[in-house]
């Protein structure tokens, strides 16, 4: 376990769903890159941390967080969450070092969606911040050779566009292709603590003020509100008139063109509904939330520690049936006799190999070397079973150990938030014990 810091590198890195941040912090940590854990969709928070010492005597935290434009959760969670985080964070004296933000280079346009998680990050950091921001283009490896020239021209396009990249990069903000894999990310990182620059995200100064603390008065919440505003004025707009063209058809007893636009409007008021229930989550107080977070995260304590049990006792009972059991007796051949043409042919081990050369039989057989030959197959075939078995087995014990390291970074956010809260209303800074250890990771 780590003992986090006040003098510790904190990295966030944000980007959409898709753009590598999970592999960006594998080749930061020199681990294995994390697999889809389908147990963890039942938990309610996606952030991580991976954590490691870094050649500056530093401890280097990378926290990983959930990526906009998600398609099992909205953007209005997603920004809670980091919100929730975030001021956390600054609650307790603890300063980012540096932010990186990850596009996906194969990515053809930035629109839509897209240019919306865009505008919410920009507000989440703050123009004042930009200094401390990486933007780092990625997935070049998987560019086919006829891609590369327009690969270049979107990347020129991303920087020098002030709606996509220009401002940032006009603020300061450093840029990396990421095209050398882990030496690429080993420089952004050496960078970042390098410099350190301790900033105070424009998020996290405006949820921190009183008159200023609910999500959906903040720049990154504007975004995000006044697009929930414009999909309910359609989605209300699209009501009216559905409901005018249903009384057309009632009139003109168009059953068939009756029933469809019934069903259409009974579509489009659950859509209602749910923009309506999600405008209400945008104004709700601050501490509400956070209650609400911390009830959470202390479920999907319990949902990881219980995955981590699971996985710990599997990996348990695959290294035993790895482990060497002296010699392999005839590779589970039974020593019950093979009939064959009224002959008898028994096999005895020697050592860790089948040995052929003790045939008995109870009469001559014509088709001796035949049934030698067979055997010899029988045994091969034997053989290679059980090495396809080993491997699958070696398979999925490496699984297991990269699914641990997964629950762990996941069990480490909530363990950070125990000690939060633990610490509510004291002064962290220069403590390193107990109210400290939260974003503790287990590298392996």
């Known amino acids: 376990m780590a003992t986090l810091s006040a003098d510790d590198i904190f990295i966030v890195v944000m980007g959409l769903t898709g753009s590598g941040k999970s592999t960006f912090v594998s080749m930061a940590t020199n681990t294995t890159p994390p697999p889809q854990i389908a147990q963890l969709e039942s938990c309610t928070l996606g952030m991580t941390v991976a954590s490691f010492h870094h050649k500056c005597g530093k401890t280097v935290h990378l926290i990983d967080t959930?990526?906009?434009n998600d398609t099992h959760r909205t953007d209005g969670d997603i920004l809670h969450e980091l919100a929730y985080w975030l001021l956390k964070c600054y609650t307790?004296?603890?300063r980012i070092s540096g932010v990186v933000y990850l596009h996906n280079i194969i990515d053809n346009r930035i629109q839509g969606s897209s240019l919306r998680a865009l505008s919410i990050f920009k507000?989440?950091?703050?123009?004042?911040?930009?200094?401390?921001?990486?933007?780092?283009?990625t997935m070049w490896d998987k560019l086919d050779d006829n891609d590369y020239d327009g690969a270049k021209e979107r990347q020129k396009e991303l920087v020098t566009q002030l709606k996509f990249w220009g401002d940032m990069k006009q603020g300061r903000s450093q840029f990396k292709a990421l095209t050398a894999g882990r030496t690429s990310v080993e420089e952004i990182v050496n960078y970042i603590a390098a410099e350190d620059k301790r900033l105070t995200l424009r998020i996290q100064r405006q949820m921190s003020e009183p008159e200023n603390c609910h999500i959906h008065e903040t720049d990154a919440g504007k975004v995000l509100y006044k697009k929930l505003h414009e999909e309910k004025r359609n989605m209300?707009?699209?009501l009216d008139d559905l409901k005018k063209q249903l009384a057309a058809a009632m009139k003109n007893h168009n059953t068939l063109n009756a029933r469809e636009l019934r069903k259409q409007l009974q579509e489009i008021s659950e859509s209602v509904t749910a923009n309506e229930e999600l405008l209400d989550e945008f104004v709700k107080p601050t501490t509400e939330l956070n209650m609400y977070f911390d009830q959470q995260l202390q479920q999907d304590l319990q949902k990881v520690e219980k995955m981590i049990a699971a996985n710990n006792k599997r990996r348990k009972e695959l290294e035993r049936e790895l482990q060497p059991a002296g010699p392999v007796v005839g590779l589970n051949v039974p020593h019950t006799p093979i009939r064959r043409n009224r002959s008898m042919v028994t096999l005895r081990p020697q050592g860790n190999d089948?040995?052929?050369e003790e045939l008995k039989y109870r009469k001559d057989d014509p088709d001796l070397e035949g049934l030698k030959a067979r055997l010899q197959y029988d045994i091969q075939v034997r053989r290679h079973d059980l090495e396809v078995l080993q491997a699958e087995r070696m398979h999925e014990l490496e699984v297991l150990r990269a699914e641990n390291e997964q629950l762990d970074r996941k069990k480490a956010l909530s363990l950070a938030n125990r000690s939060l809260r633990a610490t509510q209303g004291s002064v962290?800074?220069?403590i390193a014990g107990a109210a400290l250890s939260m974003f503790a990771c287990c590298i392996m």
């Open 66 to 68: 959930p990526g906009f």
């Open 92 to 94: 307790h004296d603890i």
């Open 123 to 137: 507000g989440l950091v703050g123009g004042e911040n930009y200094h401390g921001v990486v933007l780092v283009t």
């Open 236 to 238: 209300e707009q699209k």
């Open 354 to 356: 089948l040995d052929l």
């Open 428 to 430: 962290v800074i220069g």
